[in-house]
């Protein structure tokens, strides 16, 4: 039965980026912002939704630990599997401007994960703390786009605003399919690591986080294909902040997030590691195939090393 909640997720997933893919980019058109903002707010927004109800489901269940661990893997993943994948597509250009904004903005989050975490809890003032800087930046990042928006293109030149609105649904009708199909593809690959006898933690930081992070690499790939660069690269970026504001900040706010794995301490030195590797690329300007298939490799080495010298199996 999980082979079929694995195809069916991974086919919902292509669906659903697909159509993701077009309302985003059309939606940037119409509202003549930028593909890399919709891409780091709405797109980036929707795709980080597997990871919160992931969290919370987690926290609930008292292994609020996983929840950490699913934040981790999954920006690892972001870093590694998505952009590494688009690239592999479709050779990256990637914006200065990311040097400036996104990328600090990224190592300074993730640099606030072990900060936050150095008396033993993500306390619920914690979680208020990292919930309100990503709504901030949001709101910057968004006004900014705003008031720098490009002027109007001629009526047989532009989508015209009527169809902002159908763009919006089509964006909107994609996200819910990714989200379901994420779910049923997390179902099937718990299902598979449960019968290989994985431990918790470890199916937290790779399968769960893999299967939290398939739309942010269903979305990659599809943009990378279609042309929408910036749509790729501002998901792949929007998710990891948003992964750190949003889902460890309203999960620690509902229920208080306990560090009590040692292990948890090299996840986050790992995950503001990769994170780190993005300064290279951004300086060049680009990630080319062979760099993709550096980064993409690189999380595939990571998992097996995992399972081989981590704590991955089940006593």
């Not at 993701?20 to 980036?44: D, E, M, S």
């Amino acid at each position: 039965m999980f082979v079929v909640y694995l195809l069916l997720g991974l086919l919902m997933l292509v669906l659903g980026a697909e159509l993701l893919v077009r309302g985003g980019g059309q939606l940037a058109l119409a509202l003549r912002v930028p593909a890399l903002v919709v891409g780091l707010t709405i797109v980036a927004f929707g795709t980080s939704t597997p990871e919160l109800m992931v969290s919370l489901n987690a926290a609930m269940s008292a292994s609020t630990e996983m929840s950490l661990a699913n934040v981790n893997g999954s920006n690892l993943a972001n870093v590694t599997l998505v952009l590494g994948l688009a690239a592999l597509v479709s050779p990256l250009a990637v914006e200065r401007t990311l040097m400036r904004r996104e990328i600090p903005s990224c190592l300074l989050l993730q640099l606030c994960v072990p900060l936050v975490c150095l008396d033993g809890v993500i306390s619920q003032g914690d979680g208020v703390l990292l919930l309100l800087g990503g709504v901030l930046y949001n709101a910057w990042l968004l006004f900014e786009a705003l008031r720098g928006r490009a002027p109007a293109l001629d009526d047989d030149e532009l989508i015209g605003e009527g169809h902002t609105l159908k763009h919006g649904l089509l964006l909107v009708f994609g996200l819910g399919i990714l989200i379901l199909g994420a779910q049923f593809f997390v179902d099937g690959a718990v299902a598979v690591a449960k019968a290989l006898h994985l431990s918790d933690r470890f199916i937290g930081l790779t399968v769960i986080a893999l299967g939290t992070s398939a739309p942010e690499v269903a979305t990659g790939m599809v943009s990378a294909h279609r042309g929408e660069v910036d749509l790729a690269v501002g998901n792949s970026l929007g998710s990891n902040l948003l992964n750190i504001a949003m889902v460890l900040g309203v999960t620690a706010i509902v229920f208080p997030i306990r560090i009590t794995d040692p292990g948890a301490w090299t996840d986050m030195a790992v995950a503001f590691g990769v994170t780190a590797l993005l300064v290279p690329f951004v300086l060049k300007g680009s990630i080319n195939r062979f760099e993709g298939l550096l980064l993409s490799g690189s999380y595939i080495t990571y998992l097996i090393g995992g399972y081989f010298f981590g704590d991955a199996s089940v006593p």
